[in-house]
């Protein structure tokens, strides 16, 4: 199994569309979000706490497009006539998605502390890093499960509405305040809200909300149980 | 242990329909150890189901199949089996020595992997990325992977599909080098040549079932000893799937083939009717052995 990680984790370096699309993105986007404006120190840190969970967003979502590539090739087939349990299979998989997030928060934070300045108590990066790196496992789930249901076409226009949907809507790209009310609490019960909030709680100096902790392990569940079913209808096919 | 005993492969009643068709159709089939077999039959006999079947990616819907007497995933579990899958493409962003390496290494006793790429030909690609190959390469790398876990019994299916020539010959010495390690061997083809040339036993399936199972030479016995050809000169062909050991009867535009299983007997019967024209007579070709053994009854009904 951790051979198998460790074979995905490298195929998902080496795509370049990957490195540019989940790394090198969200940090251009943060510069140029946080740059064009007044210099506002407060925004610069919201801001990068955004455009990271933006990135590992990204990242996770990503899983989808490498299920789905190597289920249209035959590999996952041919996986399947090795002894390398399903159960190993897709439990590596969904931990190569939790893996190759992390470059993607640590790109925007270093970014952040670098080259915006963005100053904060030395013990908040690593556990907004890590808190971030939990908190994107739900994503990895809907990735895995649209990876695993779908074929490679239309995945990518589902994967790409789910990832940008999710993405604006819980306000990792503008604030949620410029959204109308109703809006703004729709966006309460998005996964990314409660995502980019964990984070920004950490910076500002308190715990995460314990609501905000309760709607992401709901979501976990939710698309969990999705990764799970579409896994095993998939598996018959594969 | 009483395994060792058991076929490398057995299928027993074997059955799998897909809606109203049954792709194979009470497969009856048993495969001893170190034997290499091909499974010869047209697009659409059931050749890829009967794989699927084997390998444990599907499960028939009446009878049994068994690989070293246990069920398939377990022997796959086991690492007594290994596969050439006939829709598998390159894996992208990875080389060729990593991607086999990373197969062998899920195995119990796995070859060494330059070993393995030695065996399928491609040793000089091991540091290549696997998506940068061309057709045949590739077709070799999916071999290495098969062999690579040093499994008793290796499947390929259609392993040739695509190749040319050259990187055909190629390949299917690499695959006699495999089996001359006392491996178990199946392939399945609907190149008549490449079973007849590679493997020891011909099993033909047609309509999901097995019609004819021995040697290149029996196969062609048994599919219906010679072939008497003649000119017509412009008389018709009524009464010739009459004349004695006549079994089938095709008109080539104005040349007769009478495929026969007394050559002697048909030819003394024509001569008697003064039909000698150009009278050519050869033994039956695999190919016709084939097209005699797998042709719809009611076709050879119409003459």
Same mark, same amino acid.
């Given at each position: ?183 703004? #609490? ?19 100096? #308190? ?32 | ?5 058991? /076929? ?54 009446? @009878? ?40 062998? @290494?899920? &195995? ?26 061309? @057709? ?14 040093? /499994? ?25 080098? &495999? ?11 609907? &190149? ?21 199972? @021995? ?89």
């Amino acid at each position: 199994m951790w051979d198998y990680l460790r074979l995905e984790v490298k195929r998902t370096l080496r795509d370049m569309r990957f490195v540019l699309g989940t790394v090198a993105m969200p940090v251009l986007m943060y510069l140029l979000f946080t740059n064009l404006g007044t210099d506002d120190g407060t925004w610069k840190t919201a801001s990068m706490v955004g455009m990271a969970a933006y990135g590992a967003l990204g990242a996770a979502m990503n899983t989808a497009g490498g299920v789905a590539e190597d289920r249209a090739i035959g590999w996952l087939r041919q996986l399947r006539i090795t002894p390398m349990t399903p159960r190993q299979g897709v439990t590596a998989r969904a931990l190569t998605g939790a893996v190759t997030v992390l470059p993607a928060i640590a790109a925007v934070m270093l970014a952040g502390g670098l080259v915006n300045g963005v100053r904060m108590d030395a013990w908040k990066w690593p556990v907004i890093a890590v808190l971030l790196w939990l908190g994107s496992l739900p994503f990895t789930m809907l990735g895995l499960g649209n990876g695993y249901r779908m074929t490679s076409q239309a995945m990518g226009g589902v994967n790409m509405l789910s990832y940008l949907g999710l993405a604006v809507l819980g306000g990792l790209w503008f604030p949620v305040q410029l959204f109308p009310e109703w809006l703004q #609490h729709v966006s309460a019960f998005t996964p990314t809200n409660r995502f980019a909030q964990i984070g920004r709680s950490v910076a500002d100096g #308190h715990a995460p909300s314990l609501v905000a902790l309760g709607v992401l392990t709901g979501w976990l569940l939710v698309f969990g149980s999705y990764a799970v079913v579409s896994y095993r209808k998939a598996a018959r096919t594969i | 242990m009483k395994t060792t005993k058991a /076929p490398a492969v057995s299928f027993t009643g074997a059955v799998k329909t897909f809606g109203e068709v049954r792709a194979v159709d009470g497969l009856d089939l048993e495969i001893g150890a170190g034997e290499t077999v091909a499974l010869l039959g047209r697009n659409g006999a059931g050749k890829s189901t009967a794989i699927a079947l084997l390998l444990g990616l599907d499960e028939p819907d009446e @009878g049994h199949v068994e690989l070293f007497g246990t069920a398939p995933q377990t022997a796959v579990l086991a690492g007594r089996v290994g596969a050439m899958l006939q829709e598998g493409r390159a894996v992208p962003r990875v080389t060729v020595a990593e991607l086999v390496g990373f197969v062998a @290494g899920r &195995y119990p006793e796995p070859m060494a992997v330059p070993e393995a790429l030695r065996l399928a030909g491609i040793e000089e690609l091991a540091g290549r990325r696997v998506d940068k190959l061309s @057709g045949g390469q590739t077709q070799r790398v999916r071999f290495a992977l098969a062999l690579a876990g040093n /499994p008793a019994l290796i499947v390929l299916d259609e392993p040739t599909a695509a190749l040319d020539v050259e990187a055909r010959h190629a390949f299917w010495a690499s695959m006699r080098a &495999y089996a001359q390690r006392g491996h178990t061997v199946l392939f399945s083809t609907h &190149y008549l040549e490449e079973a007849d040339a590679n493997a020891d036993r011909i099993v033909m399936i047609d309509h999901g079932r097995v019609v004819a199972d @021995g040697s290149g030479e029996e196969l062609r016995r048994a599919g219906g000893g010679s072939l008497v050809c003649f000119d017509l000169a412009g008389r018709g062909t009524e009464g010739l799937a009459l004349l004695p050991g006549v079994t089938t009867v095709e008109v080539r535009g104005d040349r007769a083939r009478l495929r026969t299983e007394d050559s002697d007997a048909t030819v003394m019967a024509l001569a008697a009717m003064d039909a000698v024209r150009n009278l050519e007579v050869s033994p039956a070709s695999l190919d016709d052995a084939f097209m005699a053994l797998t042709a719809d009854p009611r076709d050879l009904e119409r003459v």
